[in-house]
């Protein structure tokens, strides 16, 4: 007599092939390539990130000293109105700058020097422990130049740049940003 319906097949067990056992030597290659990669990728974040804060301090020191020249160039402008104006600007990185001329120990965390061809409004303002050395050409006796300094790092590393990269032997310590602005007497 003939079956109707589907054949019926053999269940033939399959032997354990090699591949199947390299799973486990797979898995500790992936791990022994991750330990080996975690320090380059962990540098690399947070250089990214420390790149980051320094760009936001650059420009807003850059803002900052521009305003100064604009406000040091007005006529009338003296140390605490330009202060004033820069004090306001740093503000947004929470750098504190203490309007104080000449510039005295410990006033805060920014020097700012006023330097003008005809010497009238030649100054200090805020923290005079900060060495400040202003970049580019004297000013003529038609203009006037503002240089704001800042340390990039107080003795902590932890403000205004944290200094993330120290343990791997890229300190921002003794490090400092200086910028200035040149512009034409009003």
């Keep these: 007599m003939r079956r109707s319906g589907p054949p019926v097949q053999a269940h033939i067990p399959l032997k354990s092939s090699p591949k199947a056992s390299s799973g486990r030597q797979h898995t500790g290659s992936v791990l022994l390539e991750f330990v080996l990669a975690f320090p380059i990728i962990l540098m690399l974040s947070l250089a990214i990130i420390q790149f980051g804060f320094y760009a936001l301090l650059q420009q807003t020191i850059n803002v900052a000293t521009i305003e100064g020249a604009r406000e040091a160039a007005k006529v009338g402008a003296d140390h605490d109105s330009i202060g004033t104006l820069i004090q306001q600007y740093v503000a947004v990185n929470s750098l504190d700058m203490v309007v104080v001329s000449p510039a005295t120990i410990g006033s805060g965390d920014i020097l700012v020097s006023i330097d003008d061809g005809t010497n009238a409004l030649d ?13 580019g050409p004297p000013p003529t006796a038609t203009e ?3 240089t704001v300094c800042v340390n990039l790092t107080n003795t902590d590393g932890t403000f205004p740049i ?22 034409v007497l009003e």
């Design 162 to 183: 944290p200094d993330l990269l120290s343990s791997f032997g890229f300190s921002l310590s003794g490090k400092r940003l200086e910028i200035s602005a040149m512009t």
């Design 144 to 146: 006037i130049k503002v």
């Design 123 to 135: 100054g200090t303002i805020g923290n005079s422990d900060i060495t400040c050395y202003p970049v």
